[in-house]
């Protein structure tokens, strides 16, 4: 056999071997029989951010010119038999990233700051559309907005602030906003409703010897056109109708939460999601509110005072407009955002943000700038209100 057969089978092999979905665009696919496919691709995207100077519990902090690469995905999907399926992602996250207090975030075993890591890795059991067994790391399904949807298609230039967005920390258990586990879910009644229930490891540290399990459930219900996949978009740039309401309980028992022991940890949150054309444009409205008892995360922040133990509420609604017409080669996308971490017996801090999206292939994910100012204000008279500006370039395929 030619030397140049025998590279093409390997490339083939490869490719089907590391085949992957993106939830958003098309990588290169390769079809082995009706069955056996897949599809591998990659997903970029390198931020500048400048970070205000100011204080916290009396400590002065000078301004911040940081670059970064904010995410690297490289995604695997395949369909081994038309009933089991397997995905990942291989991962970094803000590689350089600097800390207002010095030094670089560093957490290589999860994929931050510095290394490479399997951010999502499961295996799927469909039994049918309605009824899927999910085992492996994978989104905790608590929230719409790390819960549902990729950070690949957000309207924001972020996550919520209290869920890992711009420099903040993510308020429940995780690993980077996942969790070790075995997921239940399906889409009933033709996708009007989708249901996930997890059970998983939660909370994982010296404090918690006794390894209780987590559980974790999401409803969501679509009043115009379903959504049906385990990735949500955070705007659908006029490509779909959705009218989704959701909710969702997190729940871990006897835990040892900020040298307190016998701590319950719940959670429960309500989210609305709403994407429509309008004429050549489009609208898309978001807005959630989460009650935390017993937070199970959280250090002094250099933001807000959430902390583990604390009880505490959250909120946040996103709105953005797609502007008709190109405007150059592509399309321009505003939005604004208002979020409020209100901690028991501590204070308020708000965060107000708005920017663009410039999406450089007009209704594609793919391949945009987007450009954002957040204020933070905190209530808290030992932290200093400060602004945070951020731009960044996103390309994928």
């Known amino acids: 056999m030619k030397k ?8 083939m ?44 519990n009396g400590d002065q902090y000078e301004d911040l010119n940081d670059f970064m690469i904010r995410r690297a995905y490289m995604y695997l999907k395949g369909d081994v038999t038309k009933h089991v399926s397997f995905f990942t992602h291989i991962a970094s996250d803000k590689v350089g990233m600097e800390k207002p207090t010095g030094g670089n975030l560093d957490n290589s075993g999860m994929g931050l700051g510095s290394g490479v890591a399997w951010r999502d ?3 799927t059991l469909k039994l049918h559309e309605a009824f899927k067994i999910q085992m492996g790391r994978m989104y905790v399904p608590l929230t719409r907005n790390y819960g549902t949807t990729s950070t690949k298609c ?20 995780q690993k980077v906003g ?17 249901y996930r229930f997890m059970i998983s490891e939660g909370v994982e540290d010296d404090n918690n010897p006794e390894d209780n399990l987590r559980f974790v459930g999401r409803l969501s219900l679509s009043l115009l056109e379903p959504e049906t996949s385990w990735f949500n978009k955070g705007t659908y740039l006029g490509k779909k109708k959705v009218l989704s309401l959701g909710v969702g309980m997190d729940s871990q028992d006897d835990l040892t939460l900020g040298g307190r022991e016998d701590r319950d940890n719940r959670v429960w949150t309500l989210d609305v999601f709403f994407d429509y054309p309008v004429g050549a444009g489009a609208v898309t409205l978001e807005a959630a509110y989460i009650d935390i008892d017993n937070c199970t995360q959280g250090k002094p922040n250099f933001y807000h005072d959430l902390e583990a133990g604390d009880d505490g509420e959250n909120w946040y609604i996103n709105a953005g407009y797609l502007l008709p017409g190109a405007m150059g ?22 965060f107000f943000s708005g920017g663009f999206n410039y999406y450089l292939k007009g209704k594609g994910h793919n391949c945009k700038l987007t450009a954002d100012y ?11 209100d400060r602004s945070i500006f951020t731009c960044q370039f996103t390309v994928g395929f």
């Open 4 to 11: 140049s057969a025998v590279l093409a089978r390997m490339v």
């Open 13 to 56: 092999v490869l490719f089907f071997v590391c085949g992957m979905v993106s939830p958003c665009w098309a990588g290169f696919k390769m079809e082995i029989n009706e069955q056996t496919k897949g599809e591998i691709g990659i997903w970029m995207q390198t931020s500048y951010q400048w970070v205000e100077d100011g204080k916290i």
């Open 121 to 123: 890795l499961w295996i």
């Open 154 to 173: 957000m309207l924001t230039a972020d996550l919520p602030f209290l869920q890992g967005g711009s420099r903040g920390g993510i308020f429940y258990a």
């Open 178 to 194: 996942r969790d070790d586990g075995l997921t239940l879910w399906g889409n009933p009644l033709d996708g009007l409703l989708q």
């Open 329 to 350: 080669p592509g399309r321009f996308q505003p939005y604004i955002r208002y979020e409020t971490v209100d901690v028991d017996k501590k204070n308020q801090t708000d």
């Open 374 to 384: 957040m204020y933070v204000d905190p209530d808290n008279p030992e932290k200093d």
